[in-house]
């Protein structure tokens, strides 16, 4: 048998390790692997919640979040402080997931060593440098020199091939996402406990019909989080509603939520949930409204009407599946879709199919084979 590929797995934020722990797992357990993981930890609380609940310890922790950290700030660290763990472990490949800084530096780092990177959820292209910014751009660029592209839909792939990626290393996994959802479902049913903090909410607002809402978008912060806010607060207005919102720790979220929208009775304004409840909170929610990438694959597959509040969107499979549904960040637009989908039983029945254009939840053991043979 040939000797064991040492493969670094590189991420910082909640939605790269969510995206991340399924092929932690897997490289962790596979003799064809030496698995090592690096967090750059650019996400402190909301990642360890994740970690925590899939039980990864990482071999390096570099500790960079600051408050209120500044892209150029964060990258200039990302970039030094990720290449001295490359230089230290010495991998035979970089894995990184999706379109944050760390993924950018880390893969950067990478290349500045000619060790090979394989990108996770490769080939998401909106087509707009700024919506959302600035991952468009930081995709971009991993796309520009992995030698592996793992592309969630034949909709990704088509985009990398259109940029002359050579076909050879670009393949079609699923997204892990949908790995991940049903590794936490699973637990969810099996241990309801883990789930408990949201029951005390699902019993004040028995007989309400729950939004869900998350919101972070550096593209939306100043006018867009006050329009979010502002549409939040009229949709709450319904005595038929209650609007659970786990409001992000970016300081710019919170400033806007936690001001605008305190002291309503049916808005519950909730610190980040760990993933089993978040899983639990789609579940219950009758819709949800939202300007986050995962949200809008996770909504698809449970059958759960998703309202995307972006101008643009680099997951076009949800909007084509007819679950998702974009409705940009204009306040009154966001109140009347969710009117509709709250007044108007077909449409609401239209939206409310589950779909998996993202994946089949296979996608980590297929990424795997693919680092074997590549
Ligand atoms: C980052 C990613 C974005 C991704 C999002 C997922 C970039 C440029 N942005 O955005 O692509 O969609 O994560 O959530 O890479 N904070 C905490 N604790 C935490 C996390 C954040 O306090 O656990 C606060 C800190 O003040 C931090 C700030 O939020 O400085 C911003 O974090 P950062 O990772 O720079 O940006 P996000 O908006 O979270
Ligand atoms: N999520 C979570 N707790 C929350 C909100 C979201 O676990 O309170 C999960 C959600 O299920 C999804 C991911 O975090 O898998 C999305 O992260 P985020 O919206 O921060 O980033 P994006 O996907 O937009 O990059």
């Not at 029945?349 to 939840?361: C, I, S, Y």
Request: charged share 25%; net charge negative; glycine share 6%.
């Amino acid at each position: 048998m040939a000797a064991p590929r040492k493969i670094l797995t590189v991420f910082g934020t909640r939605p790269e390790a969510i995206k991340l722990f399924p092929l932690v797992h897997r490289l962790a357990r596979d003799d064809r692997f030496i698995g090592r993981v690096c967090i750059s930890a650019q996400h402190r609380e909301m990642l360890d919640q994740v970690l925590d609940i899939a039980g990864i310890v990482p071999d390096h922790d570099l500790d960079l979040m600051t408050p209120g950290q500044t892209l150029d700030a964060l990258t200039a660290r990302a970039l030094v402080e990720i290449g001295k763990v490359l230089d230290l472990e010495q991998p035979d490949w970089v894995v990184v997931q999706g379109d944050t800084t760390t993924v950018m530096a880390g893969a950067i780092a990478a290349y500045y060593r000619k060790i090979p990177v394989c990108h996770v959820e490769a080939g998401l292209r909106s087509g707009d440098i700024h919506h959302p910014w600035p991952e468009e751009v930081n995709r971009r660029v991993v796309g520009s020199f992995a030698a592996l592209h793992c592309a969630p839909t034949t909709t990704a792939r088509d985009a990398l091939l259109r940029e002359n990626v050579d076909p050879a290393i670009v393949h079609v996994t699923g997204n892990t996402v949908i790995d991940a959802l049903q590794w936490v479902t699973a637990r969810v049913d099996n241990r309801l406990a883990l789930a408990d903090g949201l029951r005390a909410l699902e019993e004040r607002f028995a007989g309400r019909r729950i939004i869900g809402v998350t919101s972070h978008r550096r593209e939306n912060f100043g006018e867009g989080m006050q329009a979010i806010a502002k549409a939040v607060k009229s949709i709450a207005s319904r005595q038929d509603v209650a609007v659970i919102f786990p409001v992000h720790l970016n300081p710019q979220v919170r400033a806007v939520m936690k001001v605008e929208l305190a002291g309503l009775d049916n808005v519950a304004l909730l610190e980040p949930l760990d993933y089993p409840q978040f899983a639990r909170l789609l579940d219950i929610s009758h819709l949800m409204l939202t300007d986050s990438g995962g949200v809008q694959e996770e909504a698809p597959a449970l059958g759960k009407p998703v309202l995307v509040m972006r101008e643009t969107t680099e997951r076009p499979e949800g909007i084509a599946a007819g679950t998702a549904r974009l409705v940009g960040t204009d306040a009154d637009r966001i109140v009347r879709e969710t009117n509709r989908l709250l007044d108007d039983p077909a449409a609401y029945a239209a939206m409310a199919q589950a779909h998996n254009p993202f994946g089949d939840g296979h996608a980590a053991e297929r990424i795997a084979d693919l680092l074997a043979a590549s």
